[in-house]
């Protein structure tokens, strides 16, 4: 069977590897391609951040993971494996997403910068996107996947190309779809000169706001902001300012780093994923797969797998 899919980010490529692995006919329609994606902007690291239903959520990542530690072997997927440690300043249970990886423990004083209460260290793998997603769409196109670039209008459109379409246009599908649930959570981040850091750091509830170092092979990636609600993809240099002194604070490292570029990104923000199957006049489907918020990574592989799951039915 021909399936469209309606995005070429992280979900759209991975979605349409799992649908040619199983035999479909997919190709790629979207208004943008990387590197001009949102997918493009993160930092990015495995972590289920803002992302809904945790059960749900927990399923989904756990593929990720195991598929992004096998990609681990392959040096052009741009995925690496990195431990790092997530910071709190006052005591916190075990996270819902512990039995996803498997070398959780909680920090001693001696992992942590001082004035935090407690911390979670964990391995995760770190996928640096430009790379990464140069390389689904190599592997989107050797296994016989067409991609497009083209402005659709409406989802009638798309529809009226193929009798089952897969949504996952991020934050455009709050127009194309008509769903006013999705907001952008806006993003801001700066990239700089890799120091040599190993480590990735969070510490999400600090007062300062959130903060992230996430080093990648060649650079670091410093953050960030989670905007609701705002949409302009301009940087702003008194928040840049901030996340480098956050970051700073916690790897005074960085102090000599120099800084490379300032992105921003919107993340499709959403009470909960939307992945489900819609049985449409004349025989026609959809597939919603988009809403992921800051986890689109993180859930790529597991929800591309629940995709390939609706199209069986």
Same mark, same amino acid.
């Given at each position: 069977?021909?399936?469209?899919?309606?995005?070429?980010? !992280?979900?759209?490529?991975?979605?349409?590897?799992?649908?040619?692995?199983?035999?479909?006919?997919?190709?790629?329609?979207?208004?943008?391609?990387?590197?001009?994606?949102?997918?493009?902007?993160?930092?990015? #690291? $495995?972590?289920?951040?803002?992302?809904?239903?945790?059960?749900? !959520?927990? *399923?989904?990542?756990?593929?990720?993971?195991?598929?992004?530690?096998?990609l681990i072997d392959i040096p052009e997927s741009g995925v690496i494996?990195?431990?790092?440690?997530?910071? /709190?300043?006052?005591?916190?249970?075990?996270? $819902? $997403?512990?039995?996803?990886?498997?070398?959780?423990?909680?920090?001693?004083?001696?992992?942590?910068?001082?004035?935090?209460?407690?911390?979670?260290?964990?391995?995760?793998?770190?996928?640096?996107?430009?790379?990464?997603?140069?390389?689904?769409?190599?592997?989107?196109?050797?296994?016989?996947?067409?991609?497009?670039?083209? #402005?659709?209008?409406?989802?009638?459109?798309?529809?009226?190309?193929?009798?089952?379409? #897969?949504?996952?246009?991020?934050?455009?599908?709050?127009?194309?779809?008509?769903?006013?649930?999705?907001?952008?959570?806006?993003?801001?981040?700066?990239?700089?000169?890799?120091?040599?850091?190993?480590? /990735?750091?969070?510490?999400?509830?600090?007062?300062?706001? !959130?903060?992230?170092? !996430?080093?990648? *092979?060649?650079?670091?990636?410093?953050?960030?902001?989670?905007?609701?609600?705002?949409?302009?993809?301009?940087?702003?240099?008194?928040? *840049?300012? *901030?996340?480098?002194?956050?970051?700073?604070?916690?790897?005074?490292?960085?102090?000599?780093?120099?800084?490379?570029?300032?992105?921003?990104?919107?993340?499709?923000?959403?009470?909960?994923?939307?992945?489900?199957?819609?049985?449409?006049?004349?025989?026609?489907?959809?597939?919603?797969?988009?809403?992921?918020?800051?986890?689109?990574v993180t859930l790529s592989w597991g929800c591309a797998d629940s #995709?390939?799951?609706?199209?069986?039915?």
């Amino acid at each position: 069977m021909d399936v469209l899919i309606i995005g070429c980010g !992280v979900s759209g490529l991975s979605t349409g590897i799992r649908l040619l692995e199983a035999g479909y006919n997919a190709r790629i329609i979207a208004s943008d391609l990387p590197p001009n994606t949102t997918s493009n902007v993160a930092a990015a #690291v $495995w972590y289920p951040y803002k992302a809904y239903p945790e059960d749900l !959520v927990l *399923a989904w990542s756990k593929v990720a993971y195991a598929e992004q530690v096998r990609l681990i072997d392959i040096p052009e997927s741009g995925v690496i494996m990195r431990t790092g440690i997530e910071l /709190f300043h006052e005591p916190v249970p075990d996270p $819902w $997403w512990k039995t996803a990886v498997p070398d959780f423990r909680r920090a001693t004083s001696a992992d942590m910068p001082p004035g935090f209460a407690t911390g979670f260290i964990f391995s995760a793998p770190v996928i640096e996107m430009p790379i990464h997603l140069t390389y689904l769409m190599r592997c989107f196109t050797a296994l016989g996947g067409q991609i497009e670039q083209r #402005v659709l209008h409406s989802i009638d459109q798309a529809l009226a190309e193929s009798d089952l379409v #897969v949504d996952c246009a991020g934050l455009g599908a709050r127009k194309l779809v008509g769903d006013s649930s999705l907001i952008a959570i806006r993003g801001q981040i700066v990239r700089v000169e890799q120091v040599g850091l190993d480590r /990735f750091i969070f510490d999400d509830y600090g007062p300062g706001g !959130v903060t992230y170092i !996430v080093p990648r *092979a060649n650079d670091i990636i410093l953050g960030g902001t989670a905007q609701e609600g705002d949409e302009n993809i301009i940087p702003d240099p008194p928040t *840049a300012q *901030a996340i480098l002194q956050r970051c700073i604070a916690l790897e005074p490292r960085l102090a000599e780093a120099k800084i490379l570029e300032h992105r921003v990104g919107l993340r499709p923000g959403r009470p909960h994923i939307r992945l489900e199957l819609e049985h449409l006049a004349n025989n026609k489907r959809l597939i919603h797969n988009y809403g992921h918020g800051g986890a689109g990574v993180t859930l790529s592989w597991g929800c591309a797998d629940s #995709v390939v799951q609706l199209a069986r039915q």
